[in-house]
């Protein structure tokens, strides 16, 4: 065999080196990550103190991925929260042993956020009792690991429910204060994180501190949306309201915009208490419109119901009919849109949560439907969160990007009332530093179906929906994680360089969700 | 109806915990479906997770939430027969006993080729006076063989010899059955795919004489086991049954059922019972029920243990002079 000669230059001295890929730019999703080192001294002091940490497959495997089933690592040890007296044990034995401590509720992030590259992994659903209901003053005290259903069936026995959560059964009350929280009430009531009146949170180095608007409350502004860089949040009162079943509208569009402009209508005069924006791509545009009394519908129904431009299930059908039938060679679209709607719309219907036409638990009948009809072992959502003004935009180019990289895909769009008092809590969080009055975010969410796409796929596909929040000056709910190379771009250097500056002083080792933000 | 499939499909949403009675009692990960699924999927052994396929209670409330479609009862009971071969047990007279009437087998029943069967199981075969009630209530006959050594051993994790198994199902063939064992009913679904079968609640439920005896002041406690088992259509039956006759239920917001027994029967020797307390505690937390009605005899013991209400089962409720004067507080 003739080998010929390499030519010189064209190998690096190590052709196995990690710089020896040439002509291939790597981004570096994974940086240098804690080696163990320490880890034995750790889990003597650990165990010292009466901390029970387990360790092995048996424990770590469950928390190998997140929800976003992308990112992939195991934590050394796992502790399961039982107390904020043992979670402040740890905190106190991982600074002084610098072992990082990655958090995690229901660990429904999508970008590796409570995913432990090694250090331990705090599991908090071992706190999540609630500790007290308050019927008259319609309050609730609830360890934070708790997921929000639960908080719901505990709340249900009184006849009570919580103010708004993110339509999912696993999402837990800790995480979700920590991030924002959406549902479709959120046009109304604002994201779940504003219905928080105080927490109990340990910090990084070990305190706990029960902090409010009134106590502690530099602190409390930090914890709350603060992506879980300065403090674990062991308990929470909420607000809480009386439980209402909900009569339930859908509308039909088959324009992306006339859908937002009618959504934002509804929101700007207070026209309905829950809506929102579930799409099958942009061809089927439906818009949610729902109200906790008979009043409010029927107020709906008489000023606000007529200016709605969107079309009832059989009107649209037949727009749809005619649609299609001009373009049959789009008939496979057609097909699919029929087929989804099959599938999907009874779960919507079922009886067993109806009565005399309203709806009961919306969550659940919400959230089961997301999981059978849209969950896949990984789900990449990434989001924009705009001002009202740009949101048009922001959708319309992240739907042509969703169009670009998917076949099939969904968005869901809803509104969120900002607090004008809150606006401290806002700041670097998904809210968009310039939204008044309301926020308005979008998810783009491909459907999997079964398919295989490579992570860089992925990526491009979420890099390329944040790009366009870059070009906007919007925000992100999910910008942590592998995510977390647009923070500087969307925030600023000034305002992260405030934050890091906060965190090395609330955090000195930085153990607290490495590489979530910081 | 799609294949279901194995552990290895678990995509760790959780769903499971929020219905599971033991991880509701242990508020660890480890002790749930999921749990169990996730540590296979890493290469635990059965041995390593003994603890959580021991404390479960197979009330399958995991079954029907699980978007993956995965056999999760199917599982525990595998891992439960993989972990007794792996370990074991010297010296337990259960188990001695149980394999022993496996292997023995029973004689072929007398029953006419097509006439409805009753298999009562043995909590209601020791219970001479409701067992003949159910019987005239429901107008069926009473196998001989009703399969409570294979139920036992599905719990236990004891193999079931290939020649037990065929003839039992031998003896059901071409009847339709009613089944008061709902983990039995779990498996004929699955070995007589074709064969009509139902639950015990679900048929006492359907007669006029039982059904018209229902109180909007009564809570209603399902059994779980043969309410999972045939999920869909046990939800729309229960919800009918709500809707006419105004009992509560004891169905969380999923409609799942919230099963009052943590650990069906006592499992292997030292072996703590799971905590009845603590279920009976979160099924009555916000009930104003006046009476309860129970499906199964194992829940109306821990009830009537547990708390004060009167405890009546379905079938007394068929206006029975001698059931009434048996349980007269249960009847005001």
Known sequence: MNIPPVEPGTVGPCPVAPDALQGIKRQQTNPSRWNGAGWQDFVAALRASGVELAEGAAACGVYATDAGGTAYGLPHGVVLARSAVQVAQLLKAAQAHRVPVTVRGGGLTTEGESVAFGGVLLDMSGMSRVLKIDAAALTVRTEAGIYWHSLAEELRRENLDYLSAPLNLTSSVGGTLGVGGIDVNSARLGCSADQALSLQVVTPTGDIVECSDDVNAELFQRVILGYGQFGVITEATLRVRPYTPLSMHYYYYSSLRTAIEDLQMLDRNDASDYSGILTIMDCAVNLLVAFDSDEREAAFRTNWESRLRGHGEFGFALCMLGHYALRPWKAGEALYLLQRKQAVFPEFRRPEYMRDGKMHDRTVVFSRAVWKHWGSRQMVIPDLATPADKFIEAVERGNAVCRKYFRHYTLYCVGIKLRPEHKPHYEMSCVPPDAEGWAYGCEFEPMIEGAVYSRDHFQAFKNAIYDIGVDLGASYYRFGGMMKGYIRRIFGDALVDRHLAMKRRADPAMILNRDVIF | ?332
């Open chain 2, 1 to 332: 109806m799609a294949a279901l499939r194995d552990y290895a499909a678990c995509s760790g949403c959780s769903l499971c915990r929020l219905v599971c009675p033991m991880w509701r009692s242990h508020r660890d990960p480890r002790f749930s479906a999921e749990g169990l699924a996730k540590a296979l999927q890493h290469g635990a052994t059965p041995a390593q997770l003994a603890a959580p396929i021991e404390a479960c209670s197979l009330c399958g409330a995991c079954d029907p939430v699980c978007p993956e479609r995965i056999d999760l009862p199917g599982m525990v009971m595998d891992l439960r027969l993989r972990l007794a071969n792996s370990l074991p047990l010297a010296g337990s007279p259960l188990f001695d006993d149980l394999r022993a009437s496996l292997q023995r087998g029973t004689k072929p029943s007398a029953a006419s080729h097509s006439a409805p069967l009753l298999l009562p199981g043995p909590d209601l075969r020791g219970d001479a006076a409701l067992l003949e009630r159910v019987r005239a209530l429901l107008g069926l006959a009473v196998a001989e063989d009703d399969g409570a050594d294979i139920s036992l051993a599905l719990e236990l994790g004891v193999g079931i010899p290939p020649h037990r198994l065929q003839q039992f199902l031998a003896s059901l063939g071409g009847h339709s059955i009613v089944a008061a064992d709902g983990l039995l009913l779990r498996q004929l679904r699955r070995w007589l795919p074709g064969s009509q079968r139902m639950g015990l609640g679900a048929a006492l439920g359907s007669r006029p004489a039982v059904r018209s005896n229902l109180l909007a002041t009564d809570l209603y406690v399902i059994e779980a086991r043969a309410y999972h088992a045939d999920y869909e259509r046990m939800v729309a039956y229960y919800d009918r049954l709500q809707l006419e006759t105004g009992c509560a239920l004891n169905l969380d917001l999923q409609r799942i059922a919230i099963p009052a027994v943590a650990q069906e029967r006592p499992q292997k020797p030292g072996l703590a019972r799971g905590d009845d307390a603590a279920q009976v505690r979160w099924i009555l937390q916000g009930s104003k029920a006046t009476r309860i009605v129970v499906e199964s005899l194992a829940e109306r013991a821990v009830f009537e243990r547990l708390c004060d209400l009167p405890v009546v089962h379905l079938a007394e409720l068929g206006e029975d002079p001698e059931m009434i004067k048996r349980r007269p507080h249960a009847f005001g």
